[in-house]
């Protein structure tokens, strides 16, 4: 069946923006993306007026269960804040527990045009339970096998030959269904002998490698008190820093450090508002973006931030690179949506399957509606997605060819359940 979706404009991200377009869906793919007027006959249209269309937004940071602990420890410097806030609770919550907060999290996200989710789980074993809920849920998941070997708190830390046996085991029941990769939690946590154990996992499966990178400068002390080196320049040493490489946050990083992250190509990933919450600082994104590594943008978990919006990341992004450089065309509306969208998916590796609105690709689209308060008199439908809209204005949500959200009814999550079951198990009380 042919699914079309008429709207006033199109945001193609690799092509410019297409005005009265329609986009066409076909299964799982985009058939044609273009002018309304020279589109095929459809089975199925949707229309939207004031409609803007983008391609499904790529959350590449998250902490799923965090959506169960909104504002718990709230003003507390990082380590201080997992030490008292987060680690004491995470090896505890249930099954069900940790099903509740991976939908919660999974619902936002939608809600906020993300299709593309990567989740860091650590320190619970219910990793399949998260997996499930990106399954049921119908959006493209990956799971990041988080770690933590050292300095950690006792109940937390795991062996590493336990840790590579479960990623076997995650990798071979999800594959085709839910991506795995390693998750060493920032270099500080585990020994170079695992961290390159890790490495050597992911290249024998052709997954990424992902770590917390130089997310506050207390982390950074750590290492450089064990090895005499920072972050990226144990990873560069290690020969774990390149193309297939994902640091978060990337934030407390040495001009050199930039340097070895361009020379690689590898992934920065930005979670601005997390990085501001907790005050570990702003990341050099534009130097980052200047040498060549990639740029992509993220939440981070709802406790280190409140809640999960794109939106509200992609503009904060733009003004906070604006003010650090002193210059209001560093990181341009456009950036910021291309880190969003094609910077995640690169970061991932499928750059040529979702990220753009292109025939050929996944059907992965997003809508909003410029008519919204937000958005009516907007003259640029970059501005309005990036610096004006937000959740409100989501009105469909597709995610390989499949409506997960269309105005404001969720159609493969019972949000209103899994909030009455949250509020039932009084979780963090």
């Known amino acids: 069946m042919k699914v079309g979706i008429r ?96 939908l919660l999290g999974i619902a936002e996200n939608v809600r906020s045009g993300a299709t593309t989710i990567v989740d860091m789980h650590y320190g619970n074993p219910h990793f399949d339970v998260v997996a499930d809920a990106m399954v049921e849920a119908g959006i493209r998941g990956f799971i990041s096998r988080g770690f933590y070997e050292i300095e950690a708190r006792k109940e937390l830390r795991e062996r590493l030959d336990r840790v590579l046996e479960n990623m076997d085991d995650l990798y071979e029941e999800y594959k085709g269904k839910v991506g795995i990769m390693p998750g060493p939690m920032h270099p500080c946590f585990v020994s170079n002998e695992s961290l390159v154990e890790l490495h050597r996992w992911a290249k024998d499966r052709g997954t990424k490698y992902y770590t917390h990178l130089a997310e506050s400068e207390r982390d950074v002390q750590l290492l450089v008190r064990r090895e005499g080196l920072r972050d990226a320049e144990l990873m560069h040493k290690l020969g774990i820093l390149d ?42 994104i534009v130097a980052l973006k200047r040498v060549g590594a990639n740029i992509s943008m993220a939440t981070d978990g709802a406790a280190s931030n409140g809640k999960l919006d794109m939106f509200a990341e992609m503009k904060v992004a733009t003004v906070l690179q604006k003010v650090a450089a002193g210059d209001v065309t560093a990181f341009k509306a456009e950036d910021a949506l291309e880190a969003a969208t094609l910077g995640g998916a690169r970061a991932l590796g499928l750059e040529d399957e979702i990220g753009s609105l292109e025939e050929g690709k996944e059907a992965d689209i997003v809508v909003l509606d410029m008519g919204s308060l937000a958005g009516t008199l907007s003259h640029d439908p970059v501005g309005y997605v990036v610096y004006s809209a937000s959740p409100e204005d989501v009105r469909l949500v597709m995610s390989k060819g499949r409506v997960l959200y269309e105005d404001g009814h969720f159609k493969t999550i019972d949000v209103r359940a899994v909030l009455r079951r949250a509020r039932e198990l009084g979780i963090g009380k």
């Not at 945001?11 to 799982?28: F, L, N, R, Y």
């Not at 499904?56 to 420890?73: A, E, I, P, R, S």
């Open 7 to 102: 709207v006033k404009y199109a945001v193609t991200v690799s092509s410019g923006v297409v005005e009265d377009a329609c986009i066409i869906v076909e299964g799982s793919k985009i058939k044609y993306v273009g002018a309304e007027e020279l589109a095929p006959e459809c089975d199925k249209v949707y229309e939207y007026e004031h409609g803007v269309a983008i391609p499904g937004l790529v959350n590449m940071h998250n902490h799923l269960f965090q959506n169960l602990l909104k504002n718990w420890g709230i003003d507390l410097e990082l380590l201080d804040w997992l030490s008292t806030a987060i680690w004491p609770v995470v090896p505890k919550l249930t099954r069900e527990e940790m099903r509740i907060g991976a």
């Open 243 to 284: 193309r297939d490489f994902i640091g978060v946050h990337s934030v407390n990083l040495t001009p050199r450090e930039v340097s070895l992250m361009g020379q690689a190509r590898a992934t920065a990933v930005h979670c601005p508002l997390s990085n501001l919450y907790v005050a570990d600082g702003i990341a050099p």
